[in-house]
């Protein structure tokens, strides 16, 4: 007696077979709820921070105009000054100095990882970088004022540097994002299949030029994402400028000179004795969604870069 054929589009009529037309599990809807509940808090915190800062920020530019907020060159709320370039050019001027410590140190400390390390120093680096960025910022920002505001003086005269100032600060600030920038750089790498490597080998290509014309080409758009990362790290850094870079806004492109960049004034008027009315209270917003837009910017252009030269291998 033939036996009847198991029906292939309806294993859910098989006894020990795994349907995927049933309904989940009591244990399954129950994690699947917490998932949902997680990423709908970090998307109700986001809109939450965009509420609060464009409501501050508009009862503050109700007051003060757009155009002399953007193009004002002189920061003294006291005076009714609210002009953001000061800050803005303190911020850059930091973050580029921390991104010329940052991308070659973490572009050389990736490729040595991806390419040349052996799998027992690799295991004995990572865990030295982690340990690097796992130190507090306040314990940079001494460093930097203690430490490589001293040295630069040595170097460069002591009239020349002021105690505080933006190149310690950006020079910290740089040591700070290069584990960040080295390890994401590293996975970029390390992502780029084996086989182009073989091909430049038989090629008669060197390890060295494999590295650069082949393999980092290969991961550019994991490694730009990577600098544009670290760069909006550099910017939203605080405790580091806050104790090395200044306590007074100073519109200077002289990384030498002291000058407060938007965080360091972020920390040192929220800490003093502000009224909640005031517009020094409010210009502190405005400040933060200048931050905000500039990061969000940031982080818009690192995914179209990722999206425009992504590699895909099979």
């Not at 006894?15 to 970090?42: H, N, T, Y």
């Not at 933006?166 to 290069?178: D, N």
Request: charged share 15%; with cysteine.
């Amino acid at each position: 007696m033939m036996k009847p054929e198991k029906n292939a589009l309806h294993p859910e009529e098989e006894p020990g077979v795994l349907s995927f037309g049933k309904r989940p599990r009591p244990q399954e809807m129950i994690i699947q709820a917490f998932l949902i509940f997680c990423a709908a808090v970090s998307i109700l915190t986001t809109l939450g921070i965009i509420i609060v800062l464009g409501t501050e920020s508009s009862a503050f530019f109700r007051e003060v105009s757009l155009w002399e907020f953007l193009s004002g060159t002189s920061w003294q709320p006291t005076v009714g000054e609210f002009g953001i370039l000061p800050l803005l050019n303190a911020t850059i001027v930091t973050s580029l100095a921390a991104m010329l410590v940052a991308l070659p140190l973490g572009m050389g400390v990736a490729i040595y990882l991806a390419e040349y390390a052996s799998e027992r120093v690799r295991e004995t680096l990572k865990p030295i970088l982690e340990v690097i960025a796992g130190v507090p910022t306040v314990v940079y920002g001494y460093f930097a004022l203690t430490v490589v505001t001293p040295l630069l003086k040595k170097l460069l005269g002591e009239d020349s540097v002021e105690v505080y100032n933006t190149l310690s600060a950006g020079l910290v600030m740089g040591v700070l994002i290069l584990p960040l920038i080295s390890s994401m750089c590293e996975d970029a790498l390390s992502s780029v299949p084996r086989s182009l490597r073989e091909a430049a080998y038989a090629m008669g290509a060197t390890k060295l030029e494999t590295s650069t014309q082949i393999i980092v080409p290969a991961a550019f758009s994991g490694i730009a994402a990577a600098f544009i990362l670290g760069l909006s790290r550099a910017i939203g850094e605080t405790m580091i400028v806050a104790l090395a870079a200044g306590a007074g806004p100073n519109f200077t492109l002289n990384p030498l000179k002291a000058a407060e960049t938007m965080t360091g004034h972020i920390v040192r008027i929220s800490g003093g004795d502000i009224s909640y009315d005031s517009m020094d209270y409010r210009s502190l917003f405005a400040i933060a969604l200048v931050l905000f837009l500039v990061t969000l910017t940031l982080n818009m252009v690192s995914r179209r870069i990722v999206k425009k030269y992504r590699e895909v291998y099979e």
